[in-house]
């Protein structure tokens, strides 16, 4: 049976307490999500292999809800805002819900049929993500973006399409401002 369970969340570093599990994400795991091989290999040399983001969950298998944060570093690569790799979910009916508590950035979102739209993630804005919906979030900022995620705890998580295209656009510093651009590597 499950029981009901207070969750801290620390809106400035992420921390979940307690929490089921936790991952990270290294420049060199993003390799074919960012756009430019060539600039994510020097960023590596340069910089090292850094951590790019992490996530920590609290998820119970019996549960239908799952939730977690989402703990994004600041910089670019090439030009190219730090990234999550970005999915679609497995279960096409499953949305999900994004709740910025630090930093800033963008959500990035892409329908099925190749509709893009944009969300910004600021300290109390809360992104709904519809169904069949890919989204991936970026870092537009000086600081961590922190934000927290809410889902079906079975909605799984289809990251294959998004590496094997690319989304159709990228969101690049330009004059020091994030901007929306076509993708040249979208398929």
Not at 36 to 51: K, P, S, Y
Not at 121 to 135: D, L, R, S
Request: charged fraction near 25%; glycine fraction near 12%.
């Amino acid at each position: 049976m499950l029981l009901p369970e207070g969750v801290a969340i620390d809106g400035a570093t992420g921390t979940v307490t307690p929490s089921t599990g936790r991952y990270e994400k290294r420049l060199s795991d993003l390799r074919g999500f960012f756009h430019d091989d060539a600039a994510l290999d020097r960023a590596i040399a340069t910089d090292g292999d850094r951590v790019a983001y992490e996530v920590i969950d609290y998820r119970h298998e019996d549960s239908d809800l799952s939730f977690g944060t989402t703990i994004m570093m600041p910089g670019t690569v090439g030009g190219e805002y730090i990234i999550t790799r970005g999915h679609f979910h497995l279960r096409k009916e499953c949305g999900e819900a994004y709740y910025t508590q630090s930093g800033e950035g963008l959500l990035l979102l892409e329908s099925r049929d190749g509709e893009v739209k944009t969300v910004e993630m600021k300290p109390g804005v809360c992104a709904f993500i519809p169904p069949e919906w890919a989204h991936r979030s970026i870092n537009t900022g000086k600081d961590k973006l922190v934000f927290v995620w809410f889902c079906a705890t079975d909605a799984g998580h289809d990251y294959g399409i998004i590496k094997d295209r690319g989304m159709r656009k990228l969101v690049v510093e330009r004059n020091g401002k994030p901007t929306l651009v076509d993708n040249p590597n979208h398929a």
